[in-house]
């Protein structure tokens, strides 16, 4: 029963969206995987998705953990679920730069905005 609750909790861990908690939860599949390395399997997907964070810790955890379940049978599909993650990754990264990049931009629009204000105001001021 304490078994149970205690893999009820790891999967809370994982949903809660907080890398501290990620980790936690990393770090209690790998003690988890002392006892039984099929019990851990139930994590997989939890663990693959890690692999999207962008925290290298967790990322290395992750790895940790996914290398005890890799067969002859299955590294293709967890290797293509881990690049698949990475690309989600990638992506947020890109859109990221885009969001800065576009908001440095609207930022310079502003301040030329403002210097040629600020040039007008001072043509007014001189012929006064």
């Known amino acids: 029963e304490l078994y149970t609750l205690a893999k009820e909790k790891i999967g809370g861990y994982?949903?809660?969206?907080?890398?501290?908690?990620?980790?936690?939860g990393l770090s209690a599949i790998k003690c988890l995987m002392k006892y039984s390395t099929e019990d851990a399997k139930e994590f997989k997907d939890k663990i693959v998705k890690c692999f999207s964070k962008s925290d290298i810790t967790i990322r290395r955890a992750a790895l940790q953990c996914i290398q005890s379940f890799?067969?002859?049978?299955?590294?293709?599909?967890?290797?293509?679920?881990?690049?698949?993650?990475?690309?989600e990754l990638e992506y947020g990264i890109e859109d990221r730069r885009i969001e800065e990049d576009s908001r440095a931009e609207e930022s310079k629009n502003e301040d030329e905005k403002l210097d040629d204000e600020e040039e007008t105001l001072s043509d007014i001021h001189k012929r006064r």
């Open 70 to 87: 890799v067969t002859k049978e299955n590294v293709k599909d967890i290797v293509n679920d881990i690049l698949q993650s990475i690309e």
């Open 14 to 24: 994982f949903d809660s969206g907080d890398n501290n908690l990620i980790y936690l």
